[in-house]
């Protein structure tokens, strides 16, 4: 009876009205999944600072709006905060020999102050009712031309920092980064430089991040100085839900490396999507962050799990 009780109280209706704006924050926060990516995956370092220059991102396009500044052109100087961000931390890791993980954390603690010096307080606000945000919760939420501006405003940045991304990946600098990544002292033994690399590459990363930070504090309205607390969970998560359900779909095609980071973008809007059908199933909100590390878990044990299964069969 209480089965029955739970799972007519559950509607439809309401799960449907809440993807247009689950699908919204996951394209955000791919933005961020790209820079994440770009770290983890290619350059193999553990930056934590990603926390902080989420927030950094917001908060420097929140008060350059509030000084009556392009909410477009807020994006970019939030994208080079981030960048900021990430050449600190290159450069404790590269010039003062600091392990990454201490490095992320020390830049992380640091932007604390730092974006509690940039707002003047600990959280501050931009009413979509006086300026005119790029994206906002309230277009989701809004009539069909509203919808249709903040997706195609998502939808096209994703586009356009994947292509980006693309290109200079592909050039001779962009492979060095991915040559340092995948053995440096091989690509040491080949001449390239590799702390410029990886300062570089820490650089994009968290331009990235803090471009996502602007973009997210125009959604919500707001920018917090926590609203980075847990971003590198999430930015995680979608890396690997999009290489463990989309890796394969990438694999020997002509574009793979594009089609691989449209996945990390699709893993972002995947783990949103699984974030609200776990709301809707009335779950606890306060609870959301051990949900996510869950999700996080299943899909980082997954690969183990089925080569485990292999190597069994394989004996």
């Given amino acids: ?6 799972f ?3 509607n439809p209706l309401a799960l449907f009205r809440a993807l247009p704006g689950s699908i919204a924050q996951g394209l955000i926060w791919g933005l961020l999944a790209l820079g994440v990516y770009i770290t983890y995956k290619l350059l193999d370092f553990a930056d934590l600072s990603v926390d902080g220059s989420f927030a950094t991102g917001g908060a420097v396009a929140v008060m350059l709006i509030r000084g009556d500044m392009n909410p477009w052109l807020s ?3 939030a994208f080079a905060a981030g960048m900021v961000a990430g050449l600190v931390t290159g450069l404790l890791h590269t010039k003062l020999g600091i392990p990454p993980i201490l490095a992320g954390i020390l830049t992380q603690i640091a932007l604390y102050s730092i974006n509690l010096n940039i707002m003047g307080q600990s959280n501050q606000a ?3 009712d006086k300026y005119n945000l790029t994206v906002s919760l309230r277009y989701v939420s809004g009539d069909t031309a509203a919808k249709i501006k903040v997706f195609t405003t998502c ?18 600098q962009g492979h060095a980064i991915r040559a340092t ?8 033994a080949q001449g390239i430089n590799t702390d410029f690399c990886k300062v570089l590459a820490l650089m994009l990363s968290n331009g990235l991040v803090g471009l996502s930070g ?4 125009q959604y919500q309205g707001a920018a917090d100085v926590n609203m980075g607390r847990g971003a590198i969970v999430i930015g995680l998560a979608a890396v690997i ?5 989309l890796g394969k779909l990438c694999a020997g095609k002509k574009l793979a490396f594009a089609y691989t980071l449209f996945s990390v973008i699709a893993g972002a809007i995947l783990y949103y999507l699984v974030l609200s059908v776990i709301l809707w199933l009335k779950f606890p909100s306060d609870d959301l962050k051990l949900f996510s590390a869950i999700v996080v878990a299943i899909f980082l044990a997954i690969p183990y799990l089925k080569n485990q299964r292999k190597a069994a069969k394989g004996v």
């Fill in 1 to 6: 009876m209480l089965l029955t009780a739970y």
């Fill in 8 to 10: 007519s109280s559950l």
């Fill in 75 to 77: 994006l970019l100087i």
């Fill in 126 to 128: 931009v009413s979509v």
């Fill in 155 to 172: 939808i096209l940045f994703c586009v356009v920092v994947v292509i980006a991304l693309y290109w200079y990946f592909g050039t001779e």
């Fill in 181 to 188: 990544g995948c053995n440096a002292q091989m690509a040491r």
């Fill in 214 to 217: 602007g973009l997210y504090a």
């Fill in 241 to 245: 839900i999009g290489d463990v359900l």
